[in-house]
Each structure stands twice: as C-alpha cells, then as structure tokens.
C-alpha cells in the first residue's frame, strides 16, 4: 500500500494563481489611482487588497491546521473483514490544531457510488431496482465550526449487504474564507477497505464430477494408469502401450506382457469461475455472478470439511490487487470552475479500467488456512473484460491440477467455449461443468452438447439449488 499512501497525503494548497490575479488587479487599480490622481481608487484598491490577502492567508491556515484521523481501524496492512448483514461503525475525528479558530469546514467520507445507495445516480433506472452493496446510517458529511484545539467527530455506520471489496474514504476537508472568495480542501485521512465475505451455503456431501461419495473407494473407469502402483501382469493385448510391456516375465515365459497399473483416484476439484463481461452480462448483474461465488465458496468449504484438496483459477479481477497496482488518480488539484468536493470524491474513487490479462490462481492444497483464503479471494472478485474463459483455459492449462476435477462454473457457453471444454475432456482431462442460469430452456440448451460429449453438466438455478448440486451427484454414483 505504499503508493496508495503516497497518493492520499494532503495536496497542499496551490495559491500561484490566486495570488498573481489579486496583484495584478490591486496594481491596476493602483495605477489608475496614480495617474488619475483619484485617492479614492488608490483607498479601493489598498482595502480589496488587505480584504483579500487576509482571505487567503485566513483559508490557507484553516486548510492546513485543520487535520482529520480515522478511529478504530484494523491492524496496519490487513483490511476489515465482515460477514453479509455486517455493520461497521466508521468514526472520523477532525481536530483544529491552529491558533485560529475555524469559522467552518466540510467534512465528507467517500464512499464508492457503485455501492453506496444515496450516492447513486438517481435517474439510473436499473440502480433504484437493485439493492445497493452497502448502505449508510447516519450522517457522513457535516459542516463544522472549531475552536483551537478542539476536535469534533464524523460517525455513521455502514451496513453491508452484499460480498465485496469496498474502499470507505478518504475524509475531504473543504474550508475557505469568510466572504468565499477562496476555497481550500485537502484528503483528510486515507481510505479504509472492508472485504464483506460470501455467505456459505452448509453442503454435508461432495460430489461432482468425481462421480463417487466422499471417501477413499477404488473407481470404476479407469480414468488415468499410476505408474507407481503396480496391480499385476497380463499377457500383452493389441492397443497397450509398449513402455508397459513387463520385460522379465516376457523373456521367462517367451511371450509378451503388460504391466497392471492401479488408476489414480482423481479426487477434489480446482473450481473455475468465468467472470469475463461478455458471458456474464450486465442485465444478469449482480445476482449472477453472486451466486457463483456462493456456490464455489460452499463447494470449496465442502471440500475441505471432507479433507479433499480444492484450488481456484479464474478471468476474474481481485479489486485488492487492483488498488495495489493501480492506486488512485494522482492530482487532486483541480481549476476554478469545477466543484472543489465533487472533483476530490471522482480523483479519490477506484480506478475501474483493467488492461491486465493476469489470471487469478490458488494453488490446490487442503486446510482451513487454505479456505480463508480462498473465501477472501472469491469475495473481492469482480469481472473482467481480460481473457474469455477458452483464452483463459489454454492460458493456465499447464498450471491446473490434473489431479482433481475441474469444475468450470459460468453463465453462458458460446461455441468456442463448448469447444474448448470438450477439447480438454478429450485429452483426458476430469470436467464437470455447472450452468448458473435461472431458465430452464437456457440450460437445456447450453447443456446439450456438452452432454453430448458425456460431459457432467448441473443446473444452478439459484442459492437453494447449490446443496441439490451436489446431492444430484452422490445419486449418479
């Protein structure tokens, strides 16, 4: 986070352009009053300049011993951590720290107008129909008079209502002279980020596209040979590889055979969650793509309550790793015909554009340190126009786990995702595929052909239907 505390610091207050206007017309004014001999301009023009000068020396004093200090933060480096339904108190002290008292100053806390509802645009239709991801009780804007030395507080407490990674700030101070002929402002405090995790749907068993209950069995199909575990021998059968061929029975017996090798039990899954814009489309958003990552949290939480090893590969975007790389927009300096507060709030929100094609990819492991982790991950992710999920499949296929399933959750499957999905099955890959889609005829049409290619494909229709996804599975079995 050290570029982001370089970029909140307070931008001092940029008086070159104030100042020169004021001399020159106080030296115009002096001017005419000379040559003219008018003492009553030369009387005009020192009086507008001291009424001026101390304006800007009265702003310019306020701005800068006017200082702000957010409260109950969490520990140095980590962001807060809360549950769907949470309520986090936000408290903001701003303290006068002059000589002079401060006739007033305006101190508002940000927050994003993507989540908050009162900072939504109010002729967006489709805003007023969707619950916004965080709402506000109470004030987080208000106008103050300090004396010396005295300090007031900005409380109000923000109620989280859907997962997400959210910023909360940074505090603008605006203050000005008495007659508003200057207005001064800086960033107060820096932002705080709150990560509201995904609710966790309770599934008691696993079994997708592993087609077995949970548990160590040996499977039927012989999915792929352990070279490592040697069942027998058998006399040699058209169709076997000849690196199987038992060389020392062969020359004993003086026929050829093969080597038996127990198949490795293909057991977890690395769950694969497509969040690029154009298979997850805006008119579904955000109850889509929520459910997704509810559904890949509660399997993986499964996976883990039944010991199984379980990773994450995903076209997503993690908004952490956003704000590390990416910041804020710099300069907070803004002309005279713009609105001083409105500019600070658009240079001090999240930059939304995303030029970065890196996947985001947990390893798979077992633990619970391992789910936190990838419960944090899949609660910060947001969609990407990067790579499509069959651009994103050969860019990571050496990096996925042959070893577990790969169990591809999306919304939509053009051709070229179908094609990409049954290539991999093709090559002996384990793929099981869940449809997040609310219509039955939209499900049956984009399952068909991967059902067609004997590729496992559920139906998640909504939050009830995750626990019947996996229950659908220990059926099969």
């Not at 040559?35 to 001026?52: D, E, H, Q, R």
């Not at 962001?79 to 401060?102: H, K, Q």
């Not at 496992?456 to 229709?461: D, N, T």
């Amino acid at each position: 986070m050290n570029r982001l505390s370089e970029q909140i610091e307070a931008t001092p207050p940029d008086e070159s352009s104030d100042w020169f206007t004021v001399v020159a017309a106080c030296s115009a004014v002096l001017i005419l009053g000379m040559i003219a001999g008018a003492g009553l301009w030369m009387i005009a023009a020192v009086t507008v300049a001291a009424v001026v000068g101390a304006g800007a020396f009265v702003s310019t004093q306020w701005s800068v011993n006017v200082v702000a200090r957010r409260e109950d933060l969490p520990e140095e480096g980590r962001d807060l951590e809360v549950l769907i339904g949470s309520r986090v108190p936000v408290s903001v002290a701003v303290t006068n720290n002059g000589r002079l008292p401060v006739a007033w100053v305006l101190a508002e806390d940000l927050l994003p107008r993507s989540a908050g509802g009162e900072s939504m645009q109010h002729n967006d239709a489709v805003s007023r129909t969707r619950m916004p991801a965080l709402s506000v009780d109470g004030a987080r804007l208000s106008v103050m008079t300090l004396w010396p030395g005295q300090t007031k507080h900005l409380r109000y407490v923000v109620h989280c209502r859907r997962r997400g990674y959210f910023q909360i700030g940074p505090t603008v101070l605006e203050t000005g002279d008495p007659v508003g002929m200057f207005r001064r402002y800086r960033l107060g405090t820096p932002p705080m980020f709150v990560t509201v995790l995904p609710r966790i749907e309770l599934v008691s068993t696993y079994e997708i596209g592993s087609r077995r209950p949970i548990g160590e069995i040996r499977i039927r199909a012989n999915v792929m040979p352990d070279p490592t575990r040697l069942r027998g021998i058998r006399q040699w059968q058209t169709g076997d590889p000849m690196r199987s061929v038992h060389w020392a029975a062969t020359a004993r017996t003086g026929t050829l055979h093969t080597k038996i090798y127990e198949p490795s039990s293909v057991i977890g899954a690395t769950i694969i969650v497509d969040m690029h814009v154009s298979t997850n489309p805006d008119h579904n958003e955000p109850i889509r793509t929520d459910l997704s990552i509810v559904a890949a949290v509660s399997i993986a939480a499964a996976l883990h309550d039944a010991g199984e090893p379980f990773g994450l590969a995903t076209n997503g975007r993690d908004a952490a790793d956003r704000v590390r790389t990416e910041g804020f927009l710099g300069d907070h300096r803004i002309g005279d015909h713009f609105d001083v507060r409105d500019a600070a709030g658009q240079a001090a929100v999240m930059l939304a554009d995303n030029d970065r094609l890196q996947p985001v990819m947990i390893e798979v492991d077992r633990g619970p340190m391992h789910l936190k982790e990838m419960t944090r991950t899949l609660a910060r992710l947001e969609r990407t126009d990067g790579l499509t999920l069959p651009e994103f499949l050969i860019e990571t296929e050496s990096r996925l786990s042959s070893e577990t399933t790969l169990l591809i959750i999306l919304q939509q499957a053009p051709e070229e995702t179908v094609a990409a999905l049954v290539n991999l099955s093709r090559r002996g890959w384990a793929i099981a595929v869940v449809i997040n889609t609310l219509d039955v005829d939209d499900y049956t049409r984009l399952a068909a052909p991967l059902l067609a290619e004997n590729i496992h494909v559920a139906h998640l229709s909504d939050q009830d239907s995750i626990r019947e996804v996996c229950q659908a599975q220990v059926a099969r079995g």
